[in-house]
C-alpha cells in the first residue's frame, strides 16, 4: 500500500502543478479558461508520456462536467450546440479543483478498503 500512496502522491502533485499552470496562464476574467490554451499549455509544459495520459483523463472530465452544466444552463437550445466547446465558452477554473477533489477521494476510499480488509485479514 505504501508504494501504490507514493505513486498516487506523484501523480497528484504533476497534476496539481497543471492546475496551477493552467490557472496562471490560461486566465480569462480571473475565475475562467478556454479550454484551446490546454494544448498549447501541455506542449509549452514538456510533460512526459505517462503525465500527459493522467491530464488528457482530468482535462475530459473537466470537459463532460462542463457540457452537463452547459447543458443544463442551456435546456432549450439544441444537442449539437450544447455537445460541443467553442472559443466562446469560458470554462470555470473551479471545475478542475472539483474534479482534483474526486480523484484524491477516490484513492482515499480505495486505500481505506484494502486498510479495512487486510486489517480482517
Known amino acids: 500500500m505504501r508504494n501504490e500512496s507514493i505513486k498516487f502522491n506523484t501523480k497528484f502533485q504533476i497534476l ?7 490557472k496562471q496562464e490560461c486566465v480569462i476574467n480571473h475565475n475562467f ?3 484551446f490554451d490546454i494544448p498549447e499549455l501541455i506542449v ?4 512526459s508520456r505517462k503525465d500527459y495520459e493522467d491530464i488528457i483523463k482530468v482535462v475530459t472530465k473537466v470537459k463532460t462536467r462542463y457540457l ?7 435546456p432549450d437550445k439544441p444537442l449539437t450546440v450544447v455537445s460541443q466547446i467553442t472559443d466562446d ?7 478542475f479543483d472539483y474534479i482534483l477533489s474526486q480523484v484524491q477521494h477516490k484513492f482515499t476510499e480505495k486505500k481505506q478498503t484494502i ?7
Open 16 to 22: 496539481n502543478d497543471f492546475v496551477t499552470a493552467v
Open 89 to 95: 465558452d469560458l470554462v470555470p477554473l473551479e471545475l
Open 44 to 47: 509549452k509544459k514538456h510533460y
Open 115 to 121: 486498510t479495512h480488509f487486510l486489517g480482517e485479514c
Open 68 to 74: 452537463a452544466e452547459k447543458a443544463k444552463m442551456m
Open 33 to 35: 479558461f478556454i479550454f
